[in-house]
């Protein structure tokens, strides 16, 4: 495997951030490798020591498109922004975004702290024009299929102006990876009557509907709407959207763990677990984390995928080939069309 200079179009891949190590990054890039063909060119990015045994032993020494990058220091869960930035020069997150910044790849691929990677992301790639901040957009199960959720945590402490980019990014987002032409928007309150929300979400919603067919906008909605596919994009903060991707990944585990006790409880019920096994495998593929396993930060120049800390090779095959797809597409040209547009009707001086 040689390592030519790093040209546009590649994957920088953080390899050192996640509980699971680099050997299990290596592990979703020979999955990645064999299950896309047409994968865009990777550079791992990380200690070289430690990566060029893990890459010979996973048979990809000889892999065309795989260089490595290398980086000397790890950010950890535990580090704050500012020591990361400051610090920690070398780090493999901070290097993979440098990539991008520099024009040696177009995307980045990251199980590393949300708040440094939203942190340094948006220091050195900078937002796209119009966009004010960034924000985590993850794949989350509803009934009879998927939904966007936007912000996930990017941006804890959102403006009503905020809310409203996120509607378009989720929008953008939703078409190119679940295939919905018109997906319909939908603003997370407390209540669907007008006026219920607070003064940010009650801005938000005035906005939106302001914005006419630019998105599909189907008002507000509450929490117990979200799971029953009511709308395609749920838009809030990132505060509320934390709460509710964390709450939904525990419930999995809960239902998975109450599964299994009930299950084990009496022969008859073992017996019904053995008959049913198939519609329980489906539907665990179905809600498992690892289908979507990475959240797209939106609304930069270049794309970054964040993928949960402890993910696994499954988890991470997925993050890689999502941002495989967004950078073969122009998302950030329509986003930045859209945005402006945007921008132009919420400025407009009530009549």
């Given amino acids: 495997m040689s390592d030519p200079t790093p040209t546009t179009g590649s994957i920088a891949v953080d390899a050192m951030g996640g509980d699971l190590g680099p050997a299990e990054v290596v592990a979703a890039l020979k999955l990645a490798f ?20 893990l890459i010979a032993d996973a048979g990809l020494a000889a892999e ?18 500012m020591t990361a930035l400051r610090r920690k020069k070398d780090a493999s997150m901070l290097r993979a975004l440098e990539l991008v910044k520099d024009g040696k790849a177009a995307a980045v691929v990251s199980t590393g702290s949300t708040k440094i990677l939203v942190a340094a992301g948006t220091l050195k790639l900078r937002p796209i024009e119009g966009v004010e901040r960034p924000a985590l957009a993850p794949v989350i199960p509803c009934a009879g299929g998927h939904l966007v959720l936007i912000d996930a945590g990017a941006n804890p402490e959102a403006t009503a102006r905020h809310l409203v980019h996120n509607a378009i990014l989720g929008t953008h987002y939703c078409r190119l990876e679940l295939g919905i032409e018109r997906p319909r928007v939908g603003l997370l309150t407390i209540g669907t009557e007008e006026g219920k929300g607070n003064a940010i979400t009650n801005a ?19 929490g117990f709407q979200v799971f029953l596919r009511d709308v395609d994009v749920v ?3 990132g505060f509320t959207g934390n ?3 964390k709450t939904w990944e525990s419930l999995v585990k809960f239902v998975g763990r109450e599964l299994k006790t009930f299950f084990k409880a009496n022969p008859v019920r073992m017996l019904a677990a053995v008959l049913g096994r ?8 179905r809600i498992q984390p690892e289908r979507y396993g990475g959240a797209p930060l939106l609304g930069l ?3 970054v995928v964040k993928a949960h800390g402890s993910a696994n090779r499954l988890a991470l095959l997925s993050a890689i080939h999502d ?3 967004c950078l073969r597409t122009n998302l950030n040209q329509r986003i930045e069309a859209d945005i402006a547009s945007a921008n132009v009707l919420i400025d407009k001086p009530a009549a």
């Fill in 204 to 222: 938000a919603h005035e906005s939106l509907k302001s914005l006419g067919t630019l998105i599909n906008y189907a008002g507000p909605i509450e």
């Fill in 301 to 303: 120049r270049g794309c």
């Fill in 278 to 285: 198939g519609a329980l495998t489906d539907l665990k593929h």
């Fill in 235 to 237: 838009v809030c903060d």
């Fill in 243 to 245: 709460i509710c991707l």
């Fill in 34 to 53: 064999a299950a896309y063909p047409d994968l865009s060119p990777v550079i791992l990015v990380g200690d070289e020591a430690l990566l060029r045994p």
């Fill in 64 to 81: 065309a498109k795989l260089t490595v990058f290398h980086a000397s220091e790890v950010v950890s869960m535990e580090d704050d922004v």
């Fill in 323 to 325: 941002a495989d797809v």
